[in-house]
T-cell receptor, first 112, second 116 residues
Framework: GESVGLHLPTLSVQEGDNSIINCAYSNSASDYFIWYKQESGKGPQFIID?????DKRQGQRVTVLLNKTVKHLSLQIAATQPGDSAVYFCAEAKWGAQKLVFGQGTRLTINP | NAGVTQTPKFQVLKTGQSMTLQCAQD?????MYWYRQDPGMGLRLIYY???????DKGEVPNGYNVSRLNKREFSLRLESAAPSQTSVYFCATDRGTRSGSGNTIYFGEGSWLTVV
């Protein structure tokens, strides 16, 4: 069936560097994408979302890029901080539908 | 994760026992969800309730039942627990309509369930 997946299960970056977390999706009907952050022992927290009529959306220190041609989604975190250490999930949905499909997650670790 | 409360946070069950996970939200949201999360995997939808009075199966409903008790509460029941149901369970809510960016799902803190 259709699925959302992540290219890398783990990512280590130096504190202060920029982080890029990637996600591939296979359902071409999906038109709404979300990034979540999950810290250890907690539930996922919303970071940023994007609809398919956009290529880029920026938030506070985060940017989501969507490439519909190759069905690729990325999350960029600027000036990575220790508090950014977490597992990051992408999720996809059809706009208006109830169900989100989650990817496997990427663990981001920050080196001092 | 304020606004979505799950109980219990930890539970150990023996195979064949039954139990109910409770979830309550004070965000006045229409839709509620139950997900499970297994090690190294993303979240998989078990059941959801688009609005009070309705429930629907998600991706992995077998072995579970749900009840949307009222707008605030959505419970998940394991009638006869199996070791394969060892997992972390998350309740979540949203407004129920994709009315614009930022309308997203809010998750509870999770319930760790072990079936031995």
């Amino acid at each position: 069936g259709e699925s959302v997946g992540l290219h890398l299960p783990t990512l280590s970056v130096q504190e202060g560097d920029n982080s890029i977390i990637n996600c591939a999706y296979s359902n071409s009907a999906s038109d709404y994408f979300i990034w979540y952050k999950q810290e250890s022992g907690k539930g996922p927290q919303f970071i940023i979302d994007i609809r398919s009529n956009m290529d880029k959306r920026q938030g506070q220190r985060v940017t989501v890029l969507l490439n519909k041609t190759v069905k690729h989604l990325s999350l960029q975190i600027a000036a990575t901080q220790p508090g950014d250490s977490a597992v990051y999930f992408c999720a996809e949905a059809k706009w208006g539908a109830q169900k989100l499909v989650f990817g496997q997650g990427t663990r981001l670790t920050i080196n001092p | 994760n304020a606004g979505v409360t799950q109980t219990p946070k930890f539970q150990v069950l023996k195979t064949g026992q039954s139990m109910t996970l409770q979830c309550a939200q004070d965000m006045n949201h229409n839709s509620m969800y139950w997900y499970r999360q297994d090690p190294g995997m993303g979240l998989r939808l078990i059941y959801y309730s688009a609005s009070e009075g309705t429930t629907d199966k998600g991706e992995v409903p077998n072995g579970y039942n749900v009840s949307r008790l009222n707008k605030r509460e959505f419970s998940l029941r394991l009638e006869s627990a199996a070791p394969s149901q060892t997992s972390v369970y998350f309740c979540a809510t949203d407004r129920g309509t994709r009315s614009g960016s930022g309308n997203t799902i809010y998750f509870g803190e999770g319930s760790w369930l072990t079936v031995v």
